[in-house]
Each structure stands twice: as C-alpha cells, then as structure tokens.
C-alpha cells in the first residue's frame, strides 16, 4: 500500500520516540534479515551513495527514508569498511535540513580532498506547489564524521532540462576532477551532462557540455550516471528509465545498463567508441549501480538489490532493499566482469563438498562447476513439496534462467518470474551468495551476473539437483 504523502514528508523532528520504537519492533520481526548484506535499520533503503576511500577506509552511504518502506524524506547513511565486506553504520546522517535539501538528500557521490570528505549530491527542493527545483548542493564531511553544509548552490537546473536532473558523481580523472548528472531533456529524453571544477575547486563548477556516449534518449531519463575506468577504459554505468525494449530487452521496471568506451574525450565531450548499451544484471532487482576508482585503481562497485515502484514483503515489516555485495570490475577479452572481492572469502565458517542438502540456515555459498552439454537445474530455497527458486545452467545451448515463480512469497508477479541470459555454450561456472533473502549469482567468474530477493516461507531451505552433473564446494558463512 502506498504511503500517504503527508506522511512521507513528515518532519523528521516530528515522529515521536513512542513511533519509532514501534518502526523499531516491527522491523525486528521480520525472519527474512540479512546476515552479511546492508539493511536500513528502519524503513526504506534505496540508492548507494557517497561510496569513496577517505581516512584509510571504504565509506559507504545508502540512501534511506526511516520511517517506513517507501519514498519519502530522504537522508543518506554513513557506513565504513576496511575489507569491502563487513561495514560497520557509524552515526553520520546527510540529513535533509537545509534549505537547499528540504525535500531530501538524493543520491550523489564522495571523495576525498585534503584529509575531508567531499560529499556532492542532489538536494531535493519543493514549493508550497509542490514544483520541484533539483539542487546539486556540497558537504564537507570531516574524519569524526561531522557533516557541514556548504551555503551556495554548486550547480543550478541548467534551462535545457526539467526537473528531472540530478545524481552527480564526481571523478578524477587525468587530475582534473569532473562530474556527471544525470537529466532529463524538455521533450523527455534522458542524457547526461558533463562538468568540470574549476582549477580543480570542488566549489566551483562549469559545464563542459551534453556528454556524447551513443545514447539513443529512448529513455525518458537517466539516473545514476557513474564513469568509472576499467583497465584504462571509460565504462559509463546508468540507469536509463523508460527505456525502448527494442534497444534492449530487460524485464525489471527500470533496468541498470553500461556502456564500454574507448577513450574519453574531454573537450568535445564523448565517450569515444561506445559499445551497444548491455544489461548490467540479469536479476529480478540490481538499480542504481555505484562505481568509482579506489586510489589502488581498482573500480569497484555496488548496487541497490531493489527497484523503484515496486513492492517487497518486508513492506509489512516497515522496512525494504539491500545493498549488493561489493563487486570488482575487469575487462576480459572485450567483456566487463563484475566479481566479489577477494576477501569475502573471509566470510566462510565451513566448507564441504557440494551434494543435495534438504535445510540450511540460508546464509552459504555454493562454487559450482557445471560440464559441458548437459542442462543442470538447481531449486535453493527448497522444500519437501518441490517449491524453490530454480536455476537453470544449460551448457547445450548456451542459456542461464532463473526462476522464482515458485519460490517463497510471491511479489512483484506483474514484471514476470523468469529471468535469463546467454552464455557460450561450454562448461561453465557459478558463484552464488545466499543471504536469507538475498541470492547474487555470478556465472563464469561475473561475466553475466543475476541479483534477486527471495523470501522464503519456513522450511524453504534446501538445496535440491534436480538435472544434471553438478560438483562444487558449500560454504557456510557468517
Ligand atoms: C534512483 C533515484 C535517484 C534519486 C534517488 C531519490 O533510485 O530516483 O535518481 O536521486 O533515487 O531517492
């Protein structure tokens, strides 16, 4: 059930102690919490936000309303790593209480600049007629994780797009910081524009331009927009709502795309020899993919496990989404691989060798190697009566599906229960992550990678072959 707008603007300062203990309580129920993924403490998580390397650690925002399991009042929620798989929630809010956020704090992006956090992001504004004015607004966040404000606009609604403009993401790139927003055109297209900080003040921004990346605009507007650099190479990771299913085919409501380029060209601005826009997940919900470069170079990743406009269980719980496991970028052969980084391995408690297991706690990995010309199937999150969230590994004609239309609670029916995708028709790979209600499968090392939520129903645990020669390793993780 939708929430009612007044009470998704409430003031925060307005919902009473009495309230949020009961938010609290019935967010505690839930039996589908995860283990070792990102959960809002209380209501609704959406976007990754601010993800950086700054003061010798990860730091890792979601975007989150607290109240409840829907899009209200946004604020962002600080969290900090120092392995990219356990992150800790420190105290730090971007809180939605300034004049230029008023009506929230929405997504953005971080990075370090002399020993402070530059937090850059979209402050959210209305007027009494509920016209929006969308703000790219700046904050310092210091070590102790005190957040100041900076008073002045750093970017206004430029006059060539609606109010649909926002998401910066600053990079650095050649030792010129730059940023991208994401917009919306006057006749509904989505593109992307292009700054740059002046004599690399992050205070100080101009446009270089409309950024060229062979986008067609059959999207009505692009979220999210991140350029991160994969083995010297621009990969520009978006979110293109609306867009055309002639282009590409997705199944989700919004899907989450990239491009690979070849070279980035500041001046004009393009990205040089786009590749075809590719699916960034074959799941039932990966949105809002946040990159950026690690001062190791490495490009790292992480998704929202959610989508906009849909409706979760745990909706009755008072909260919704996840964050993906962190994932590392490559470029092989021409393909973008999104993989774990190596220290979840840091997770395991147990390991055996894979075989059919009627229960688990739901909280394992599976490494899995499936022969050539065979078709496997595999139900995880079994139980006695044949219910389960099925994967299918046909290496005879090349194809990878997964299938939740009998898996745990139904929801979100209307956008199907089948997803899947080709691979090359050969012996083949899975890497699966099985959080309560989380599944993250990565086929042949994360050169297709499938993200999905699952909520089981009591005693749907197991782990069944039904087809198929199947051999690997079961971990158990904690
Ligand atoms: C994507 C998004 C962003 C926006 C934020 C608001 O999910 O719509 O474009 O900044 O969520 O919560």
Redesign the pocket.
């Known amino acids: 059930m939708p929430i009612a707008q007044e009470i998704r603007y409430r003031a925060y300062a307005d919902w009473t102690d009495e309230e949020i203990k009961q938010i609290k309580e019935n967010v505690a129920k839930s039996p589908w919490h995860t283990t070792y993924h990102i959960e809002p403490k209380t209501g609704l998580l959406?976007?990754p936000n601010g993800f950086s390397y700054f003061n010798g650690k990860f730091s890792l925002f979601y975007?989150n309303w607290p109240f409840g399991p829907g899009?209200g009042l946004?604020q962002w929620v600080h969290t900090e790593s120092e392995d990219l798989v356990h992150f800790t929630e420190t105290e730090t809010r971007l809180l939605p209480d300034h004049a230029h956020d008023s009506h929230?704090a929405?997504?953005g992006s971080a990075y370090e600049v002399d020993g402070k956090l530059f937090l850059f992001y979209?402050g959210?504004v209305r007027d009494e007629n509920w016209v929006r004015d969308p703000l790219q607004i700046g904050a310092w966040m210091d070590k102790d994780g005190k957040i100041e404000k900076f008073d002045q606009v750093l970017i206004q609604q430029p006059k060539d797009v609606t109010e649909h403009f926002?998401?910066p993401q600053i990079f650095d790139y050649e030792g010129q910081f730059y940023a991208i927003v994401?917009a919306q055109s006057l006749d509904k297209k989505g593109f992307i524009k292009l700054y740059k900080a002046v004599d690399n003040d992050v205070k100080n921004w101009v446009l270089v331009g409309d950024l060229e990346f062979g986008g067609t605009g059959s999207e009505y507007m692009i979220?999210?927009p991140n350029l991160v650099f994969v083995n010297n190479r621009p990969v520009l990771l978006y979110?293109p709502q609306g867009l055309d299913k002639s282009e590409l085919n997705y199944g989700n409501i919004y899907p989450n795309t990239y491009k690979i380029c070849q070279s980035f060209d500041t001046e004009k601005p393009e990205l040089v020899s786009p590749s075809e826009i590719l699916n960034l997940d074959y799941g039932f919900e990966a949105?809002?993919t946040q990159g950026f470069n690690a001062p190791d170079g490495r490009s790292l990743i992480v998704s929202?496990i959610g989508l906009?406009d849909v409706e979760y269980p745990t909706d009755d719980f008072d909260y919704q989404g996840a964050m993906s496991l962190v994932k590392e970028l490559s470029i092989k052969d021409g393909k973008l691989y999104q993989y774990p980084v190596e220290a979840i391995t840091s997770l395991r408690s147990s390991q055996e060798a894979f075989a059919d297991k009627d229960a688990t706690n739901n909280t394992y990995e599976l490494d899995l190697h499936f022969p050539a010309n065979q078709v496997s199937q595999l139900l995880l999150f079994a139980d006695q009566k044949g219910n389960g969230l099925k994967l299918t590994i046909d290496t005879n004609v090349g194809k990878v599906r997964l299938d939740r239309s009998k898996a745990g609670l139904p929801f979100a029916t209307d956008f199907g229960t089948i997803r899947e995708c080709s691979i090359d028709a050969k012996e083949t790979t899975a890497r699966i992550f099985v959080d309560k209600s989380v599944v993250e499968i990565f086929i042949n090392k994360g050169e297709k990678v499938f993200t999905s939520r699952i909520f089981p129903e009591e005693g749907q645990s197991g782990i069944h072959v039904l087809t198929g020669q199947v051999d690997g390793q079961y971990f158990e993780l904690n």
């Open positions: 959406n976007d975007q899009h946004k929230g929405y997504s979209t959210n926002r998401d994401g979220e999210c979110s949105y809002a929202w906009p």
